[in-house]
């Protein structure tokens, strides 16, 4: 335990919320790539958090989602198959959306919490003061 | 022996905190060299505290300016991790200018002593 374990540990949750934002960002931009029926669909990231020993949180893995994703029936794209058929991801917009709320926020309140962090250690250094 | 307990403070020279603790000499010195040793191992330990202060500041600074400098070239990978060493580096420099001014506040105050 050290002297700025609270900065510490709110530093590990504003990393963890970054890659997830991050993976958010990413599931979002790749949310129109369609590709032919013979290649994988894009896979979405699923960020998973695992607690930190010591104290704080950690990325514990990115999970990709199914490669199988949709088959959307798009005569008109340049990429579609024989049958008029592309390969879009399975990424869900409005549950894409939802969780970046919920970075966005998780993100907010660990930053609230260097500024608590800050607060409390100056206060701490002003016991005796005049 | 000391004539005064002014030593028993720490105004000694640096050298004197590192005597043994323990004289075991005849017994002339009494109450006046123990009290002497108790303090000389106080003062050393507390320059020792301000010294190592002192260094983790230095460490904590060199951080946040290696982190500055990233973040200026472009190649910070999270914009918390040096916010985060700056805040480290302001706190630690604030608690060393406390312990700093607790010091001289001590120094002055006995001082200001009447003898």
Known sequence: MGAFDLLGIAGSSLGMHQTWLDSLANNIANVNTVVSTDQNAFQAQMVSAAPRPGGGVD???IALSDAAGMVVHDPDHPLADADGNVRAPAVDMSSQMSQLIMAQR???ASVQITKYAQE????ALSIGGR | MS???????GFTPYVAPQVPVAPS?????G?????GAAAGVQGSSFGDLVLDGLDRLEGVQDRSDQLAVKAATGDLQNLHDYT?????????????VAVRNKAVEAFTEI???QV
């Open chain 1, 120 to 123: 409390t250690y100056s206060s």
């Open chain 2, 3 to 9: 004539v005064s307990g002014i030593e028993a403070m």
């Open chain 2, 84 to 96: 985060i060493a700056a805040t480290e580096a302001t706190v630690t420099t604030q608690m060393t």
């Open chain 2, 111 to 113: 001082m200001r002593m």
């Open chain 1, 59 to 61: 990325v514990a893995g």
């Open chain 1, 106 to 108: 998780g993100y907010q």
């Open chain 2, 31 to 35: 109450a006046t060299g123990a009290a």
């Open chain 2, 25 to 29: 000499g005849a017994g002339a010195t």
